[in-house]
């Protein structure tokens, strides 16, 4: 099982209890494998970024007999309806800034036909192929067009090859969302760093709907609500779904866990610091992982005894 996170304490708590360690540097990065729950890991940090989440998988694959996935971190909530300390673990994962940039909010049509892309190796998402489809922002004067369209992104695998296919949602594994879906983690409202400070809502695990992953750090809440609105998206990134673009281009299965952080543009300050300050942010998120990887240890039978 391949283990990555994006967020370094929290790997920290899941290499405390890996046992029979080793570690392996690789283009400046440690690889720790080793024991975790009745499963043979390797766990690396990705760092920040669509970039390195995807040259930080790649090299796990290259180098490691990685048969399964996993990814676990912090993401800002779109869903207004999700509160911080949540831990979500959508079904599918998407890049919805992977877009056409147009000039205004009519349909691009840079082929001749309204919404065709292929001379340009593209392809208009689904969700934003009508007129006024893009972002708009709103002012006192009524919504103005960004002419931001989403599009879907080309992939190439063994079994699609030679001509690949365009994808706007990368589905998580079945088998190991059906585990996830067995995991009762008793999450925390306070953190073991400083346990007078807590957040104010018991937090939950939150399963199915679209996380999505941006190369920007998405403090806006105009957007936030578009996003919701548009592909209802239920947190937001900026690694998860470059891993499973990656993930998917190998033909290996893959799950993700995020813990939320804030509701992404909102202004929740108080539950932010304490969420991180108390160190809650890195305890339930683990919380997730260690029972997932125990649960899929029992299912599987200790397959890789």
Same mark, same amino acid.
């Given at each position: 099982m391949g283990i990555l996170s994006a967020f370094g304490e929290e790997a920290d708590i899941l290499l405390a209890q890996t046992t029979n360690k080793y570690q392996y540097k690789i283009n400046g990065n440690i690889f720790t494998t080793g024991k975790l729950r009745g499963n043979n890991v390797v766990i690396v940090l990705t760092g920040v970024s669509v970039e390195n989440a995807s040259m930080v998988t790649q090299l796990m694959i290259d180098h490691f007999n990685t048969h399964h996935l996993l990814l676990s971190g912090i993401a800002g909530g779109v869903n207004p309806d999700y509160n911080v300390g #949540?831990?979500? =673990? %959508?079904?599918?994962?998407?890049? $919805?800034?992977?877009?056409?940039?147009?000039? #205004?909010?009519? =349909? %691009?049509?840079?082929?001749?036909? $309204?919404?065709?892309?292929?001379?340009?190796?593209?392809?208009?998402?689904?969700?934003?192929?009508?007129?006024?489809?893009?972002?708009?922002?709103?002012?006192?004067?009524?919504s103005v067009g960004t002419g931001l369209f989403m599009r879907d992104t080309f992939v190439r695998n063994n079994s699609n090859f030679p001509n690949g296919e365009y994808k706007f949602d990368y589905e998580v594994d079945a088998e190991m969302l059906a585990v996830a879906?067995?995991?009762r983690p008793q999450l925390d409202?306070?953190?073991?760093?400083?346990?007078?400070?807590?957040?104010?809502?018991q937090p939950l695990v939150r399963i199915g709907g679209r996380g999505i992953t941006a190369p920007a750090f998405l403090a806006n809440p105009d957007y936030r609500?578009?996003?919701?609105?548009?592909?209802?998206?239920?947190?937001?990134?900026?690694?998860?779904?470059?891993?499973?673009?990656?993930?998917?281009?190998?033909?290996?299965?893959?799950?993700?866990?995020?813990?939320?952080?804030?509701?992404?543009?909102?202004?929740?300050?108080?539950?932010?610091?304490?969420?991180?300050?108390?160190?809650?942010?890195?305890?339930?998120?683990?919380k997730v992982t260690l029972g997932f990887l125990e649960a899929w240890s029992k299912k599987r039978g200790n397959v890789d005894e």
């Open positions: #949540d831990v979500v =673990i %959508p079904k599918k994962w998407a890049l $919805p800034l992977e877009v056409y940039w147009n000039r #205004d909010s009519k =349909i %691009p049509t840079p082929c001749g036909t $309204p919404g065709d892309l292929l001379c340009l190796g593209l392809k208009l998402s689904t969700f934003t192929s009508t007129p006024n489809s893009d972002y708009q922002v709103p002012t006192r004067n009524g879906k067995t995991i409202k306070c953190g073991p760093k400083q346990s007078n400070v807590c957040i104010s809502t609500n578009y996003v919701f609105k548009t592909i209802k998206a239920v947190s937001v990134d900026m690694e998860t779904t470059a891993f499973a673009h990656v993930a998917y281009a190998n033909e290996i299965p893959f799950i993700a866990f995020r813990s939320l952080s804030d509701l992404a543009g909102g202004d929740d300050s108080v539950e932010v610091g304490a969420f991180f300050g108390s160190g809650l942010a890195e305890s339930n998120e683990a």
